[in-house]
């Protein structure tokens, strides 16, 4: 396993104006006859041992943006740079020692392993592929890895029906770890697992950023665990980015419209703390059919004439600990 590094968190990922159309495709010739923005002008950055929380509804292209960083999905338009060096425009050929250092942990533990495959084959293959391990000490290499996520080293023989929910999402942790990545992706990491089990994935993942200096992208529509695990929080809104801030700042004071109400919202395993007064008004807009100006104008108690004709800008937020996308605050 990799050493932990000592840096002074110089950034990792820097992503700007990045852009994701997909097209809806009608008639008899199946032309597009309209665009979904699934993913539209976003920037942000994640610092070396940092964990960017990625927040909001489902739907508004969380998923999306994970995809494009990990060049699963090709972007239209922005720029998306890694340790440095624009990956954005990289050939297939060209993109292999950058998969070696970003990787993803998928949301369904069941889905995501091939149930033809051993754990030793599921873990052992990135490995061999990338040189990161031999005939002669592959088997060596999972043993470590299993004992890493809290797996016995036994359990190499099995395959993934022969396992529970949580050990199966520690199988995905080992694979994403496999290949000594510098930042990992989770993508709803822990929202298929029951409670018990997942406080102790997300202890694991504590764990081992400590461990390994790993920097997490974590996207999850639970606030309770972003707070928990987050050093900072990107809010998204029907593609776009509305508010970021540290973790303690955002949840202390969030300053747009929907980070409030989706705070408010948030449940509470309190019974002490009594229910919202309110909900979000009204449906998420479609995202191939957005509203002009701010796209949350339709839903915000405090929208202003200008929210309906003028896309606010991110700015900075007046504790200076993150930006913000609102008229209320120009």
């Not at 509804?57 to 440095?84: M, N, P, W, Y």
């Not at 029906?161 to 496999?178: C, D, H, K, M, Y």
């Not at 029951?194 to 764990?207: C, R």
């Not at 992208?217 to 987050?230: G, K, M, Q």
């Amino acid at each position: 396993m990799r050493k932990p590094m000592s840096t002074a968190n110089p950034t990792l990922l820097h992503v700007q104006n990045l852009r994701k159309y997909f097209p809806v495709r009608s008639g008899l010739m199946q032309r597009a006859s309209a665009w979904v923005k699934a993913v539209d002008d976003v920037s942000f950055e994640v610092r070396r041992g940092e964990t960017l929380g990625l927040v909001g509804e489902s739907g508004c292209g969380k998923t999306t943006l994970a995809r494009l960083l990990l060049r699963l999905v090709d972007s239209d338009s922005g720029q998306i740079e890694f340790g440095g060096d624009d990956i954005t425009q990289k050939k297939s050929g060209e993109l292999q020692s950058f998969r070696r250092r970003m990787q993803i942990i998928f949301q369904d533990p069941y889905s995501s392993l091939n149930p033809r495959l051993s754990v030793e084959r599921i873990l052992g293959e990135a490995m061999r592929v990338h040189g990161k391990a031999t005939r002669n000490n592959v088997t060596e290499k999972v043993c470590t890895l299993l004992e890493t996520v809290g797996l016995d080293a036994s359990h190499r023989y099995r395959f993934p029906n022969e396992f529970s929910g949580g050990q199966r999402q520690r199988i995905g942790v080992a694979r994403a770890l496999a290949l000594e990545p510098e930042l990992i992706v989770c993508d709803e990491a822990v929202s298929a697992l029951d409670v018990s089990i997942q406080a102790q994935i997300i202890n694991l993942l504590t764990d081992l950023k400590q461990q390994l200096n790993l920097s997490y992208i974590f996207i999850s529509h639970d606030l309770n665990v972003v707070r928990y695990l987050a050093d900072r929080v990107a809010v998204m809104y029907l593609g776009e980015i509305v508010e970021t801030a540290s973790t303690p700042a955002l949840f202390r004071s969030p300053m747009h419209p929907y980070t409030q109400a989706l705070i408010e919202t948030n449940p509470t395993p309190d019974p002490t703390v009594a229910a919202p007064d309110h909900v979000i008004s009204g449906g998420v807009p479609s995202p191939a059919n957005p509203p002009s100006g701010c796209r949350f104008h339709t839903r915000c108690p405090q929208a202003m004439p200008k929210c309906r004709e003028i896309a606010p800008e991110l700015r900075n937020r007046s504790d200076d600990a993150g930006q913000v996308a609102c008229h209320l605050y120009v």
